[in-house]
């Protein structure tokens, strides 16, 4: 099912105290969007630590709370948009124990209620509104009077209320224009996690090896970086596969091309990498492996340098061939643009 705007009824968050936890990537761009619905400013409140957020809220004209807890008493709805490997600590241990019986609580991703790590009161609403989209296109696209693909779900039912302020929610941000679709915590975590641990791993790893082949058959490092993806057309070939089709795209491409890649893609069974990606899907998303792996480093996220987990892949991929490859090609470049 697709929710538009007729289906979302604004008024039910009429006097409503809305409170953003975070005001980062989605967090800014949804809380402009709903002020810029209607939403009274000083029914709004961001609820952040002191940092850079914090003053961009306040250079935006929004009323900022410093104290966690005292955000949490007064709130109706809560927008829970911190990175998500912080939320169950700020949430559980300082937002959660405060806030109201029938507060609404909505979620941009659907990973920590599908993995219960959040605690909620049986008699609390808890609704996903997960864009598909980075904020600042959240924002822009609003700006621009479109809207945006994203997913929208009443998890938790608590007031018999939540899949109305489900999609006030989405109408608010903008998200009911092109069409809300209805999806669930489970879906948008078994989808998120498979393309970020499956899909895109093998992407990366068809274009390192592919690389790795041509080069070793003596093409040079600009023509490979151009040829693979610094002329951007892997960016149209995908924009073109959203806006006409993800087979009809390749008739753009010369008859030479669209023989090669058809009877290539055939050829292949994608019987090794169907269990391969089954096994990921079962073994280690579904089944709460990777998310156990992950909260344990949950603390070694905020350190520098090579002290944080994700630093150290970054190091390790910096050391792909393609990655050398490319860095020499951009700094020859930068040279030449300074000439
Ligand atoms: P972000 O990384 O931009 O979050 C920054 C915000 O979190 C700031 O307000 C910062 O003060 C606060 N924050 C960071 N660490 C904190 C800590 N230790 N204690 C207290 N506050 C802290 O977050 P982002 O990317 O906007 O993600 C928020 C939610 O939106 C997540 O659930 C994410 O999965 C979801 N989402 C994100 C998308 C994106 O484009 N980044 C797309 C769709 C959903």
């Given at each position: 099912k697709i929710y538009y705007d007729q289906d979302a009824d604004l008024t039910v968050l009429d006097g409503k105290t809305i409170v953003f936890l975070g005001f980062g990537n989605q967090g800014a761009a949804q809380a402009q969007n709903l002020r810029d619905t209607g939403i009274p400013n000083d029914n709004i409140i961001i609820a952040n630590r002191e940092d850079s957020y914090a003053e961009d809220a306040k250079l935006k004209g929004f009323n900022v709370q410093h104290d966690f807890s005292k955000a949490a008493q007064v709130a109706d709805v809560v927008f829970l948009l911190i990175p998500d490997q912080v939320q169950p600590r700020i949430f559980n241990e300082i937002f959660a124990p405060k806030l109201k019986d029938n507060v609404a609580i909505c979620v941009a991703s659907g990973y920590n209620v599908f993995f219960k790590l959040l605690k909620f009161k049986r008699s609390q609403d808890v609704v996903m509104v997960a864009p598909r989209m980075i904020g600042s296109s959240v924002r822009s696209l609003y700006q621009k009077g479109k809207g945006f693909p994203c997913f929208v779900s009443a998890e938790q039912d608590g007031t018999g209320n939540a899949l109305k302020i489900a999609l006030a929610l989405s109408r608010g941000i903008g998200a009911t224009k092109l069409g809300a679709i209805s999806s669930s915590v489970y879906e948008e975590t078994a989808m998120d996690l498979m393309a970020e641990q499956a899909l895109w791993p093998n992407i990366i790893m068809l274009f390192r090896e592919g690389f790795n082949v041509l080069k070793e058959a003596g093409c040079s490092d600009e023509a490979l970086c151009y040829e693979m993806w610094m002329s951007k057309e892997p960016a149209e070939i995908f924009e073109a596969a959203a806006d006409e089709g993800f087979v009809t795209q390749?008739?753009?491409?010369?008859t030479v091309s669209q023989y090669g890649q058809l009877s290539g893609a055939l050829k292949l069974d994608g019987i090794a990498a169907r269990e391969h990606f089954k096994n990921i899907l079962y073994n280690q998303i579904l089944n709460g492996k990777f998310t156990k792996e992950f909260s344990q480093i949950e603390a070694d996220l905020e350190k520098d340098g090579l002290d944080n987990p994700v630093n150290q892949l970054y190091a390790k991929a910096e050391e792909m061939e393609l990655a050398q490859a490319e860095a020499r090609v951009r700094s020859r470049l930068a040279d030449m643009l300074k000439q």
């Open positions: 390749l008739k753009h491409h010369s």
